[in-house]
């Protein structure tokens, strides 16, 4: 296991904790690693750093505005790359973003890349399994994992064998559909966090969907933990520094411990 597998059932298994992983839309502000540091102070046991990308088809209004705000900036994928090997983060950064980024920069030098920027998975939501083995192949070989996702929509032979695949953490999108905040958990959430635990011993966290502290505890009376993402991008994107962004990710970490 890599530091994020290792870091996430660590946290699981020996300290009992519900996992949670702060996503946060690189080059949206100037300060954006100063926001990861921010999540970890709060006790984020990982962070998520989205990568922008001209077309990104998973994510809702909110991520797609901070995306393209951060492209209009600037930001480059070795930009974002730089900015977490300089902020010297004190547990696993997951990046996510899209196929073609990595095809682009050829499979082995991509790689390479995240492995020298210190970043531990990736999230490629627009690579399927079926496509995904010569990306899995170099990044394995440089100790980067690949996070799968599943959706409510999966039958049940191929989650078993995404949750086989699966390295770092189980992906269970809590909705059919793009990133966003909701009024309320879908019920999707728990199911499919259901099906994905009866398959595998790996970590299963519920990403898309999750918006407050009470649908965190919702969402981790099934699963392992939750991703939490647009409603924290919507508050950078309104102006909210570090100390905003630890209070926020510091009220679910203490509603998600409450709750053991």
Not at 16 to 34: H, I, N
Not at 37 to 45: E, S, V, Y
Not at 51 to 56: E, G, L, T, V
């Amino acid at each position: 296991m890599s530091r994020l597998a290792s870091t996430l059932v660590t946290a699981r298994d020996r300290y009992a904790k519900k996992l949670l992983v702060p996503y946060v839309t690189a080059g949206m502000v100037a300060g954006w690693p100063e926001m990861l540091q921010a999540c970890f102070d709060a006790g984020a046991d990982a962070v998520e750093v989205g990568i922008p990308f001209s077309d990104p088809m998973l994510d809702g209004p909110v991520i797609q505005e901070a995306s393209r705000v951060a492209l209009e900036r600037g930001t480059t994928f070795q930009g974002v790359l730089d900015g977490i090997a300089s902020a010297g983060l004190p547990g696993p950064v997951a990046v996510m973003t899209y196929a073609n980024l990595f095809f682009h920069g050829g499979y082995t030098a991509t790689a390479d890349r995240l492995a020298a920027a210190g970043v531990d998975a990736a999230i490629i939501p627009d690579l399927p399994l079926d496509e995904a083995g010569d990306w899995r192949a170099a990044a394995r070989l440089r100790g980067i994992e690949t996070v799968l996702l599943a959706a409510p929509s999966t039958p049940d032979d191929r989650l078993a064998l995404i949750c086989d695949a699966a390295e770092g953490f189980v992906y269970s999108l809590g909705v059919m559909g793009v990133t966003g905040e909701r009024a309320s958990l879908a019920g999707s959430a728990t199911v499919l966090a259901k099906r994905c635990k009866a398959l595998t011993g790996k970590p299963v966290l519920v990403g898309v969907g999750v918006s407050t502290k009470e649908q965190a505890v919702e969402a981790c009376s099934v699963a392992d933990g939750v991703i939490v993402g647009s409603a924290l991008v919507r508050r950078v994107a309104s102006g909210a520094g570090a100390s905003e962004v630890a209070r926020f990710v510091g009220d679910i970490r203490s509603a998600l411990d409450a709750r053991q």
